[in-house]
């Protein structure tokens, strides 16, 4: 069982937005016609045609040598594949809202008809049980005849049949009702995930309308301001780059670019968003600097001390389930297991999160070989190395279902990646992921963009 087993802080993470609010609304649902049905695919069907028409327009001018036409021209192109990319999600919508109208209506059915049933199971089990008394003390007392018993009898049979009968219905109705609504869960995700993409795409349509305008501007003036903008824009990607970036566990930062780089190297192994694992590493981050350092001192209590105040504590690592597993790790890196940073301890629970992952050691070593087989080397992952901590954050994720995408998938697994529970277990745990979606998207378009140069 994959579980990072990490103390979770009684103080709430900081939050760079309380709550995931979506500016859309869902279409009401209601069952299509077969007429509507059919108008409505075609419209898709044409909206992709045109999609692909918008991506291949934008893929001939991104080829083409830098100049102001150009970039009008590729800004022109994304600005046309992100409408139509939000006009098909919003088909898309629709479709799920008839989808969900349909499965919706079918829950109620089979509730209803499982309702019936139980009804009817429970008049027969009363009817059984007085029958079933009654003709026991009539026979006992000689008030019928044998004859009359049996016949009894046969009726008590019959009535047994049919419960069994409607027990095994009530069992198949009521899975099926359970499968329904699992199913009706997932297409109502669906539909919060499309409009939360369709939210951020509007996002970006506006910043690219906004550069747009800005061109069209510089445009007016020379070819010499358009080339200043350029250099502006390059200075820009640059101090990005350079721009470090907060590790947790003790370790030194580094820059936004080399992170940026891991992260990419990351979703080709795992699947999982780039701007996304980022988010969490630099939550991890966040939360890494209220918990200090420390040093394991007593591998038999797993006590140690406090690297910053020298505060000693008796919880530093869990004795037996993480001192023999950090043991092995750090033997097999060569470093000292008494002077190596782990985490300390909080107000509950053992401390012991290693590197910037902030992984404890029994998970560590479950995760080592397919950390290393993913990089293409050997031997045992190293919790304190930047990139071998990207990459085993984000193979966790994958596991806790991020690779899927879409915004449930995410903020679930990022739920999930802190406490081992979804997002609807608490309030404390739900912020957790509503920071990292919030924090996703401002990494997205404030600098991963601005390094490409978008």
């Not at 992709?48 to 327009?57: G, L, P």
């Not at 509730?111 to 006992?140: P, T």
């Not at 030194?252 to 780039?274: E, H, M, R, S």
């Not at 394991?296 to 105040?309: E, F, I, Q, R």
Request: charge should be neutral; aromatic fraction near 6%; charged fraction near 15%.
């Amino acid at each position: 069982m994959n579980v990072k087993l990490r103390v979770i802080p009684f103080v709430v993470p900081v939050l760079l937005s309380l709550s995931f609010v979506v500016l859309l609304s869902a279409p009401r649902a209601h069952a299509l016609t077969p007429a509507e049905r059919a108008q409505l695919e075609a419209q898709l069907a044409q909206v992709e045609a045109d999609q692909a028409a918008a991506q291949q327009a934008l893929s001939v001018a991104q080829s083409k040598s830098s100049s102001l036409q150009t970039d009008l021209a590729i800004i022109a192109a994304k600005i046309k594949t992100e409408q139509l990319d939000i006009q098909k999600k919003k088909l898309q919508i629709q479709t799920l809202g008839n989808t969900i109208s349909t499965k919706q209506s079918e829950i109620n059915s089979l509730d209803a008809q499982i309702a019936k049933n139980k009804q009817s199971v429970g008049a027969m089990f009363r009817d059984l049980a007085q029958n079933d008394d009654e003709s026991l003390l009539a026979i006992a007392l000689g008030n019928q005849t044998l004859s009359q018993f049996f016949d009894d009898a046969i009726t008590l049979v019959s009535l047994q049949q049919q419960i069994d009968t409607l027990s095994s219905q009530l069992a198949v109705d009521e899975a099926s009702s359970t499968a329904a609504k699992q199913t009706l869960v997932v297409k109502q995700n669906s539909v919060s995930d499309a409009l939360y993409a369709i939210q951020q795409e509007q996002k970006i349509v506006q910043a690219n309308q906004a550069q747009q305008q800005q061109l069209l501007s510089v445009g007016k003036l020379s070819e010499k301001a358009y080339s200043t903008l350029v250099a502006q824009k390059k200075k820009e990607a640059a101090a990005i780059n350079a721009k470090l970036f907060a590790l947790a566990g003790g370790s030194n930062p580094i820059p936004f670019g080399t992170a940026y780089q891991y992260a990419l190297a990351a979703q080709k192994a795992t699947g999982v968003d780039p701007a996304f694992l980022l988010a969490i590493m630099t939550q991890e981050s966040n939360l890494g600097s209220n918990q200090g350092t420390c040093y394991l001192t007593d591998t038999n209590t797993g006590a140690g001390v406090s690297v910053k105040s020298g505060k000693v504590y008796s919880k530093v690592m869990n004795p037996t389930r993480d001192v023999p597993p950090y043991l092995q790790i750090t033997s097999a890196l060569g470093v000292d297991a008494l002077h190596t940073t782990v985490s300390c301890p909080q107000s509950v629970g053992w401390g012991g999160a290693m590197g910037p992952a902030q992984f404890i050691a029994s998970t560590w070593v479950l995760l080592s070989s397919r950390v290393t087989s993913s990089l293409g080397q050997s031997g045992m992952a190293n919790p304190w190395n930047a990139q071998h901590a990207f990459v085993a954050s984000a193979l966790y994720l994958a596991d806790l279902g991020a690779a899927s995408g879409g915004y449930t998938a995410e903020s679930n697994a990022a739920c999930r990646y802190y406490s081992g529970s979804s997002c609807s277990k608490s309030s404390l745990i739900a912020s957790y992921g509503t920071s990292v979606m919030s924090l996703a998207a401002t990494i997205q378009t404030t600098e991963i963009n601005k390094l490409l140069g978008q």
